[in-house]
């Protein structure tokens, strides 16, 4: 056989390391980028040279006006303009956004046709109707339609000054803009967002204002600027309205002047100066909303600055070491507050569409008992476990946990479905862990711990601050209290929604598959503090793969395929003698 050499190849020559670290480091060459550098700097020379020596700029002119009287008021309006109608517009789109996405169809049907109409009018038509509306409506009325009754009376011409008809022209047409991009933010967060906030009941108001609105905000702020600047230039249309904001007031001057290029200089540096400070404003409210949500740590002045603003500790900067679970305090210690719940399922039905996913469901896990659902993928758990705090509705049957039924109230033969506050009240006592965490991840691993005992159960920060860093402790995280969710594994994640789910001290614990998202490294972590809690005293719930694990913890186990109970039976009965054959083969295959 012909050697390497013998066919023309030569083995690279052998360095050894001291060779390598005598080695001299010669940087990349990059002959078209330093090309192009020099041209757009010799671009920008001749330019700034151009507009400085061509007396036609006329920059004395210039600076005789920049700082004049009338330009000053001028931008003063501009200002006001902007920020008024920016505020009003995104308030008011913010209400359109919710009512867009809401249930309701009247409400969704209402926005959807205000944005319609208010992007379909040309701004400029707007303002014009909006200046004639005493032509329209000699008068304001506020009183009962329709009736005698009448309780003040505007005139419309002297209540409507231009100033109040360019704020509501600009707000009303702003709203329209930005509440689609509000929308786009609120669909831009995941759905297991609102599940976990919905399963720990938060309010619907709570849910948007500090889960999903702070979330969105990343989506939002950078198309919402661009409005905002947008608005800033956009506001010189009111001219029509012979306003004198800062392009009217420059245009009175150069008419009279007719310095024409240096009067459209001043406006046009004004409004870069706005600009730049607009510009500013957008990187640290992004910088701010991105806080957890990005791997790399903010500028470090940057992250002090917020820090200090939301009185937060820094981040711990090492990583701890799993063994830190070795350490921590006994889960069994932790008085779960309430014992055990007794779950009873009823004649459960449930499909999605034509698919029958829970077929005349009967299950009671008793209190303080530790039941494990497995089956084949598809077989209907993780949605039978869902249905026992309500995320999902069932079409027929009853869930009840001590007796109280969760998504309904009995009168008589009828039951009568709960509305949300009374849903959200009862789901307290019923805590979830998500297969994928599902943590807020811009709050730290404390913030979503103590969200739901402060925002659901009233009780006072401190005290909650208190109890959350005591739970992160027995969980083996207590050093990670002040730490976003991106920066932790993926085990110490779950952790702490363990954390989160105990800390309303709940009688029942749901888990759905809590393992599943996890390197198999990081299972072990898991499993020991679920071991540890089916202790406890507390019901737990869970759909699991994790064959060994079900049948170290559970005290029964549920069999489940195609939407129905199969089998129910202790761990040491079903997997020695199970007795439908499909369990035999789903566990022949799995074990
Ligand atoms: N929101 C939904 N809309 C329509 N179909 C759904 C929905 N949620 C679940 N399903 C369907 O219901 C069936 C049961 O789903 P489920 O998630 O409960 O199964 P599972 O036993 O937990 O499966 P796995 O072990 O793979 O998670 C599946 O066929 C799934 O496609």
Same mark, same amino acid.
């Given at each position: 056989?012909?050697?390497?050499?013998?066919?023309?190849?030569?083995?690279?020559?052998?360095?050894?390391?001291?060779?390598?670290?005598?080695?001299?480091?010669?940087?990349?060459?990059?002959?078209?980028?330093?090309?192009?550098?020099?041209?757009?700097?010799?671009?920008?020379?001749? &330019?700034?040279?151009?507009?400085?020596?061509?007396?036609?700029?006329?920059?004395?002119?210039?600076?005789?006006?920049?700082?004049?009287?009338?330009?000053?008021?001028?931008?003063?309006?501009?200002?006001?303009?902007?920020?008024?109608?920016?505020?009003?517009?995104?308030?008011?789109?913010?209400?359109?956004?919710?009512?867009?996405?809401?249930? &309701?169809?009247?409400?969704?049907?209402?926005?959807?046709?205000?944005?319609?109409?208010?992007?379909?009018?040309?701004?400029?038509?707007?303002?014009?109707?909006?200046?004639?509306?005493?032509?329209?409506?000699?008068?304001?009325?506020?009183?009962?339609?329709?009736?005698?009754?009448?309780?003040?009376?505007?005139?419309?011409?002297?209540?409507?000054?231009?100033?109040?008809?360019?704020?509501?022209?600009?707000?009303?047409?702003?709203?329209?803009?930005?509440?689609?991009?509000?929308?786009?933010?609120?669909?831009?967060?995941?759905?297991?967002?609102?599940?976990?906030?919905?399963?720990?009941?938060?309010?619907?108001?709570?849910?948007?204002?500090?889960?999903?609105?702070?979330?969105?905000?990343?989506?939002?702020?950078?198309?919402?600027?661009?409005?905002?600047?947008?608005?800033?230039?956009? +506001?010189?249309?009111?001219?029509?309205?012979?306003?004198?904001?800062?392009?009217? +007031?420059?245009?009175?001057?150069?008419?009279?002047?007719?310095?024409?290029?240096?009067?459209?200089?001043?406006? +046009?540096?004004?409004?870069?100066?706005?600009?730049?400070?607009?510009?500013?404003?957008?990187?640290?409210?992004?910088?701010?909303?991105?806080?957890?949500?990005?791997?790399?740590?903010?500028?470090?002045?940057?992250?002090?600055?917020?820090?200090?603003?939301?009185?937060?500790?820094?981040?711990?900067?090492?990583?701890?070491?799993?063994?830190?679970?070795?350490?921590?305090?006994?889960?069994?210690?932790?008085?779960?507050?309430?014992?055990?719940?007794?779950?009873?399922?009823?004649?459960?039905?449930?499909?999605?569409?034509?698919?029958?996913?829970?077929?005349?469901?009967?299950?009671?896990?008793?209190?303080?008992?530790?039941?494990?659902?497995?089956?084949?993928?598809?077989?209907?758990?993780?949605?039978?476990?869902?249905?026992?705090?309500?995320?999902?509705?069932?079409?027929?049957?009853?869930?009840?946990?001590?007796?109280?039924?969760?998504?309904?109230?009995?009168?008589?033969?009828?039951?009568?479905?709960?509305?949300?506050?009374?849903?959200?009240?009862?789901?307290?006592?019923?805590?979830?862990?998500?297969?994928?965490?599902?943590?807020?991840?811009?709050?730290?691993?404390?913030?979503?711990?103590?969200?739901?005992?402060?925002?659901?159960?009233?009780?006072?920060?401190?005290?909650?601050?208190?109890?959350?860093?005591?739970?992160?402790?027995?969980?083996?995280?207590?050093?990670?209290?002040?730490?976003?969710?991106?920066?932790?594994?993926?085990?110490?994640?779950?952790?702490?929604?363990?954390?989160?789910?105990?800390?309303?001290?709940?009688?029942?614990?749901?888990?759905?598959?809590?393992?599943?998202?996890?390197?198999?490294?990081?299972?072990?972590?898991?499993?020991?503090?679920?071991?540890?809690?089916?202790?406890?005293?507390?019901?737990?719930?869970?759909?699991?793969?994790?064959?060994?694990?079900?049948?170290?913890?559970?005290?029964?186990?549920?069999?489940?395929?195609?939407?129905?109970?199969?089998?129910?039976?202790?761990?040491?009965?079903?997997?020695?003698?199970?007795?439908?054959?499909?369990?035999?083969?789903?566990?022949?295959?799995?074990?």
């Amino acid at each position: 056989m012909a050697s390497v050499t013998d066919i023309g190849l030569e083995t690279a020559p052998r360095t050894s390391s001291r060779d390598l670290q005598r080695l001299r480091i010669v940087p990349a060459r990059h002959p078209w980028r330093v090309a192009g550098t020099v041209l757009a700097a010799a671009i920008i020379l001749i &330019s700034l040279h151009s507009v400085f020596t061509n007396e036609r700029w006329g920059w004395s002119v210039f600076a005789e006006y920049f700082f004049s009287e009338p330009v000053l008021a001028g931008l003063g309006r501009t200002l006001q303009l902007t920020a008024v109608s920016a505020v009003i517009g995104f308030i008011l789109g913010g209400l359109l956004a919710f009512a867009r996405v809401s249930k &309701s169809p009247l409400l969704s049907t209402l926005s959807w046709g205000y944005i319609w109409l208010l992007r379909s009018i040309p701004l400029i038509v707007l303002l014009l109707v909006l200046n004639n509306l005493g032509y329209l409506y000699a008068t304001i009325n506020l009183g009962v339609p329709f009736t005698e009754i009448m309780w003040a009376q505007f005139d419309t011409v002297q209540t409507l000054s231009p100033f109040a008809v360019a704020v509501i022209g600009l707000s009303l047409n702003q709203a329209a803009f930005s509440s689609e991009i509000i929308r786009g933010g609120i669909l831009s967060v995941d759905q297991g967002q609102h599940e976990a906030a919905a399963a720990l009941g938060l309010s619907r108001w709570r849910q948007a204002v500090h889960i999903v609105l702070p979330q969105a905000m990343r989506a939002i702020l950078p198309s919402g600027f661009n409005e905002i600047i947008g608005l800033a230039k956009a +506001t010189s249309i009111v001219y029509v309205l012979a306003l004198p904001e800062l392009f009217y +007031t420059v245009q009175v001057i150069y008419r009279r002047n007719l310095e024409v290029i240096p009067l459209l200089m001043v406006a +046009t540096v004004w409004y870069l100066i706005i600009m730049v400070v607009l510009s500013a404003f957008q990187y640290l409210i992004e910088q701010y909303y991105s806080r957890g949500a990005r791997r790399e740590a903010l500028p470090p002045l940057v992250d002090k600055l917020f820090r200090i603003i939301s009185r937060k500790a820094p981040e711990v900067a090492s990583a701890a070491p799993v063994s830190v679970v070795a350490d921590r305090k006994p889960l069994a210690g932790f008085e779960s507050g309430r014992i055990g719940g007794e779950v009873a399922i009823h004649g459960v039905n449930k499909s999605f569409g034509t698919l029958k996913v829970l077929d005349d469901i009967d299950l009671t896990v008793g209190s303080g008992e530790v039941v494990a659902i497995i089956g084949p993928s598809g077989a209907g758990k993780s949605t039978l476990l869902r249905t026992i705090n309500h995320l999902e509705r069932v079409n027929t049957g009853l869930v009840a946990i001590d007796s109280e039924l969760i998504g309904y109230e009995r009168r008589g033969d009828a039951l009568y479905e709960l509305k949300e506050p009374a849903i959200r009240r009862r789901r307290a006592g019923v805590g979830m862990v998500f297969q994928n965490f599902n943590l807020f991840p811009h709050l730290t691993a404390l913030e979503n711990v103590v969200e739901a005992p402060i925002s659901v159960a009233g009780v006072p920060r401190e005290q909650a601050l208190a109890s959350g860093r005591d739970l992160l402790a027995r969980v083996g995280l207590a050093d990670k209290a002040d730490v976003y969710p991106r920066h932790l594994s993926g085990g110490q994640q779950q952790r702490v929604a363990i954390a989160r789910a105990l800390a309303l001290r709940p009688k029942v614990l749901l888990f759905d598959e809590p393992t599943s998202a996890l390197d198999p490294e990081l299972v072990g972590e898991v499993l020991d503090v679920i071991k540890e809690l089916a202790k406890s005293g507390t019901t737990l719930v869970i759909v699991t793969h994790e064959i060994g694990f079900a049948r170290e913890v559970a005290d029964r186990i549920v069999f489940m395929e195609a939407g129905r109970i199969l089998e129910i039976a202790a761990p040491e009965r079903l997997f020695s003698a199970p007795t439908h054959h499909r369990t035999r083969e789903f566990l022949a295959k799995v074990l």
